[in-house]
């Protein structure tokens, strides 16, 4: 077996000074892109891994990332978050990080973990999903100074880092289709305020009413496919039923499409549905589900890379992204049925 690559054989390969190689590797932000970069490819090359133990020691810090699913959640197991772990996962080993990964079964469990690995230091910092208007987990942390980015935005982000999909934008878009398919009566089948990303979608689909000149028609507070389905038929016995639905998410949808068709219509026919999350479920419709599809993967890594850099001492307000869910057309709307 080969002598194991050290820091100095990487720093004399560089032709930089072990410190400057050292700081490339710990994501510090006065060592440049370039750098970092030329490092990172030059530690590949050669083979040179940190000891983990020796860096914890040195630096304080676990080189972990943390992520705690709540298990109670009616989405926790969605078919995506195989996706979101593989952007997550493919981030940190290209860093030499690692993922730490915890489960629990209600908020209260949720926030022990927290603090039980923040205490354990088995987590330098955490990535929070499924942000909420007022979230528990924002607090814990700002009060233990652990350092987290989130996957969405929150009511008050004064020192927050986030990554977040525009969802708002896909509802005025969504809106927007079926205005110029022709359709009137366009409802929304919205999920639980208490979620940001509920409110933002909410909030577009209204904007993209106003914009058409037409009167808002919303249920909110859904969170299952039965829920789905029971929004579209209280919608459909309702005065002036809709011709068309938008569903906050494609577990909402799912459920209106296969209640449409449990009462004998086409959906694409005699009633228009599109969702959002690009799901699985979605696509093995039939037909499949027109929705605005959100690369998971891609989230993944990027809130991998934001949290290791504000871990790194960068700036929050600074590491602010978001990115457009893109239109994944299928057979699930068209033009409104004649009447």
Known sequence: MGRRVTLRDL????????????????????IS??????????????????????????????????????????????????????GITRTVSAQHWTLTMATAESEEEGLETYLRLIAERKADGFILPRTQRQDPRIALLRDAGCPFVLF???????????FDIRGGRAMQQ??????????????FVGADPIYTYATKRLDGYKE?????????LVTSGHATAADGGRALGEL??????????????????TGAVRAAQARGLAVG???SIIGYDGSREGQNLDPPLTSFAVDQTAAGARLAELLIARIGGADPQELRVTADAVLREGGTDGPPPNE
């Open 11 to 30: 720093a004399n390969e560089l032709g930089l000074s072990k410190g400057t190689v050292s700081r490339a590797l710990n994501g510090y932000r006065d």
């Open 33 to 86: 892109p370039a750098t970092v970069q030329r490092v990172r490819e030059v530690s590949e090359r050669i083979g040179y891994r940190p000891l983990a133990q020796a860096q914890s020691i040195r630096t304080g810090q676990s080189r972990s990332l943390g992520l705690v699913l709540q298990m109670e959640q009616h989405d926790a197991q969605r078919p995506f978050l195989a996706e979101f772990l593989r």
């Open 152 to 162: 969405g935005r929150t009511d008050d982000s004064a020192d927050c880092a986030w």
């Open 174 to 187: 969504a809106v927007a289709r079926l205005v110029g398919f022709g359709h009137r009566r366009i409802a």
């Open 208 to 216: 993209g009413m106003a914009e058409a000149g037409l009167p808002p």
């Open 236 to 253: 459909l016995d309702g005065e002036n039923a809709p011709t068309a639905v938008i569903c906050a998410t494609d577990l909402l949808a």
């Open 269 to 271: 026919r005699d009633i």
